[in-house]
């Protein structure tokens, strides 16, 4: 797992932009933040949410991409949550 994060690390420092494309919701934008956080990344983030896979819901995706900072929120809310599930184990 080291392993393939250290090839996501090399990536994310390299590029010129990151489009979050985890999981549409809490949990989903939490770990993308992480990981995005963990590796240093200080390119501009777009978050493309899609709740079907289908080839038409991505595409209508990929074009209305939004700005990260949108999902401030949901991230806070995912992490008070992963807080909370640390601090009552």
Known sequence: MEKQFRVIENLIQQC???INCGDAGQE????QRWVLLKARCAAPVKRLWISSLTEEAIRNGFQALKDAAQYDNLYAAGSARAIGDWLLV
């Open 16 to 18: 010129e932009e990151v």
């Open 28 to 31: 989903g934008e939490l770990i």
